[in-house]
């Protein structure tokens, strides 16, 4: 399952005991992404070993298991909270490789509440939506296909279809093998420990010195980097206009970019008090700058378009406000 991810990864395999195994894994340093599909019992040993592998930077992925929903309280490896717990889901494409069309949740993903406290980096996210912990550790953390509809090859040819978590977890390790040979390439050293950076997804993003803590950029710079690891491209990405647009019934309001005129820019305004609508654009050499609309918010997304593109406004100047043309 790794090498379908990652064809060209060197698999190592350690067989033995636990405490053994994850001690030799941590000493010899060598695997970068660690994956593994069972679960057991563990003691201070092998925690200590994972904590090495958080100071080394070694990413480990455990599979959350096919069991469906567990029971409260565990403190083995499947909510261990120095390892990435993987759960699965149903993928649904169009046809046989064909292009994505949804995935839920596999209905044997395996997850819950584990035993051990909150992380510091689960800290903060909502748990009202998921029924989750406020205190425990609230486990999967990521999840990758798991259905039954995974085609393979064993046994000198041998093919039938495969499934679980066991799948999952292989894939994870496979994938952030990609993560971390182009990390390596551009920064000289491997991403490690996956977890914080996953939570902090959708939290707060810099980038180039401005702030991020919506969305739509977020799902952008993730498109990115899908994008450059699927080797279909290699755009970088660029700064996104902060925009929101307030969702409270009979309110509409649109706001993106600096909506606060200064030196060099200026402000087009429009009031119709007898619609209730407002809209204010500030303008600064030929450009949109930022957008505030109230009422009427039908070309918040034109706006932001042409403001993430830095378009030449000077020929739209006298219809801006009026909105993007329609068609005939």
């Known amino acids: 399952m790794t090498l379908s991810m990652a064809p060209g990864a060197t698999i190592l395999n350690y067989e033995g005991n636990g405490d053994d195994v994850f001690n030799r894994i941590a000493s010899d ?18 925690v200590q070993d994972f904590m090495e592998f958080v100071a080394q930077g070694q990413s480990f992925f455990q599979a959350s298991g096919d069991g469906g929903a567990d029971l409260p309280g565990g403190t083995g490896l499947t909510g261990m909270p120095y390892a ?13 490789g064909g292009a994505w069309i949804s995935e839920t949740t596999w209905n044997g993903s395996g997850g819950g509440v584990s035993g051990y406290g909150m992380p510091n980096w689960q800290q903060g996210v909502s748990m009202s939506a998921n029924l989750g912990s406020t205190v425990s550790r609230n486990y999967p953390d990521v999840a990758m296909v798991a259905d039954v509809v995974i085609w393979w090859y064993f ?9 679980g978590t066991s799948a999952s977890s292989p894939q994870w390790a496979g994938f952030m093998a990609l993560v971390n040979q182009t990390s390596v390439a551009q920064t000289g050293q491997t991403v490690g420990f996956l977890n914080p950076a996953i939570y902090a997804i959708g939290e707060c993003v810099q980038h180039r010195g ?12 993730a498109r990115v980097c899908a994008t450059y690891l699927a080797e279909r491209g290699t755009r970088g990405y660029r700064t996104s206009q902060p925009s929101t647009q307030l969702k ?17 820019s200026e402000s087009l305004v429009l009031r119709d008090p007898k619609r209730g609508i407002y809209k204010r654009l500030v303008i600064e050499q030929d450009k949109i700058r930022g957008a505030v609309l109230y009422g009427d918010v039908r070309d918040g997304g034109w706006y932001l378009d042409l403001m993430n593109e830095g378009r ?17």
């Open 29 to 46: 340093n060598l695997a970068k992404q660690i994956t593994l599909s069972y679960g057991f019992g563990i003691d201070e040993t092998i």
């Open 84 to 96: 990435t717990i993987v759960g699965g889901t149903s993928l649904t494409t169009a046809s046989g």
């Open 155 to 163: 046994k000198n040819g041998q093919g039938s279809t495969v499934g």
């Open 210 to 221: 401005k702030t991020f803590g919506l969305v739509a950029p977020l799902l952008e710079q």
């Open 248 to 264: 409270v019934s009979g309110i509409q309001v649109f706001s993106a970019g600096n909506h606060h005129a200064g030196p060099g």
């Open 312 to 328: 030449n406004i000077g020929a739209l100047r006298d219809q801006l406000l009026f909105g993007a043309p329609r068609p005939q």
